[in-house]
């Protein structure tokens, strides 16, 4: 774990434990997310409880090929830890998370104000000579959708 400030921006260089998740994937820009925000997490959670398993962590929201642009089209995948597969077919999928070596930044606040997350945390990789990978990721530590201001995020950016 190495720790580093950036434009007052605390962030620590970690490398993510595996994770099984039941999850549901789907190909969105950032302008259709919000559609996504309470639908799939209740469904989700349902599903769960169906399946006789327990959440055992945050939710995460994983961005495959999102370069931040509003409109581009990208896979999103919105994913909850559970302590095993399902035990009958279900409605949505269930993978082993693999390790994620990531660049990490905590935000306290509305979602609203994320993409400044990354706009001061990726050019401090940069400088630091750590190639991204790719892969964004979002773990939703807090939700609190009456006051946004209480959101605690994990922002986790993807480095080789």
């Known amino acids: 774990m190495l720790l580093c400030i950036i434009n007052k921006t605390i962030m620590e260089i970690k490398t993510t434990p595996p994770v099984k998740v039941m999850f549901f994937t789907t190909r969105t820009s ?4 919000e ?28 961005y495959h090929g999102m370069d931040g642009k509003p409109d581009t ?6 994913c909850v830890p559970v302590n095993g597969a399902p035990k009958t077919e279900s409605v949505f999928l269930y993978k082993e998370l693999a390790a994620f070596k990531c660049a990490v930044v905590l935000h306290h606040g509305s979602w609203d104000n994320l993409s400044k997350v990354y706009g001061t945390a990726i050019p401090g990789i940069v400088l630091q000579k750590k190639q991204l990978s790719g892969f964004f990721r979002e773990m939703y530590i807090n939700i609190d959708l009456e006051n946004p201001a209480n959101n605690i995020t994990e922002v986790q950016i993807g480095i080789n």
């Open 30 to 33: 950032l302008e259709e997310l």
């Open 35 to 62: 559609g996504f925000v309470l639908k799939v997490a209740e469904e989700l959670y349902g599903e769960i409880t169906k399946q006789q398993l327990i959440p055992t962590g945050p939710q995460y929201w994983i």
């Open 73 to 78: 089209v990208f896979t999103l995948e919105i």
